[in-house]
């Protein structure tokens, strides 16, 4: 089981990145796959996650980023609009791996229940 990120880089305020996790090993539709950033001194952190049909967003990313899923190509695309100087971070995608006893939402965007983590790539954000 393998997940690749790619398509950080520099952004001016206001501006769009689409970040792709190709996934290996496994097939798409059957696992959340998650998106999560670390900014440096700070916590990793839900952004956004696709469940089958169902997606879920972090409230601070809510209206700019979309997550989606090529089934075909076994990837799943981080489109973020509207970036601001805060979304600076390296960003990973996850495959979730860990259930829970009773169910939350926030699971969804819980770092601590999903494991296989890419390697990152970094989003940098110039106001």
């Known amino acids: 089981v393998q997940l690749q990120a790619s398509g950080g880089g520099l952004a001016q305020a206001g501006g769009s990145l689409r970040l792709s996790c190709v996934v290996y090993?496994?097939?798409?539709?059957?696992?959340?796959i998650g998106w999560f950033r670390q900014a440096p001194g700070k916590e990793r952190e839900g952004v956004a996650c696709?469940?089958?049909?169902?997606?879920y967003y972090a409230d601070s990313v809510k209206g700019r980023f979309t997550i989606s899923g090529d089934y075909a190509l076994n990837t799943v695309y981080l489109q973020m609009n509207s970036l601001i100087p805060e979304d600076t971070a390296v960003y990973y995608c996850?495959?979730?791996?860990?259930?829970?006893?009773?169910?939350?939402?926030?699971?969804?965007?819980?770092?601590?229940?999903?494991?296989?983590w890419g390697q990152g790539t970094q989003v940098t954000v110039s106001g």
């Open positions: 696709i469940s089958s049909s169902s997606t």
């Open positions: 090993g496994f097939t798409l539709g059957r696992h959340d």
């Open positions: 996850a495959r979730r791996i860990r259930k829970t006893a009773s169910y939350s939402p926030d699971d969804h965007l819980d770092p601590f229940l999903y494991g296989s």
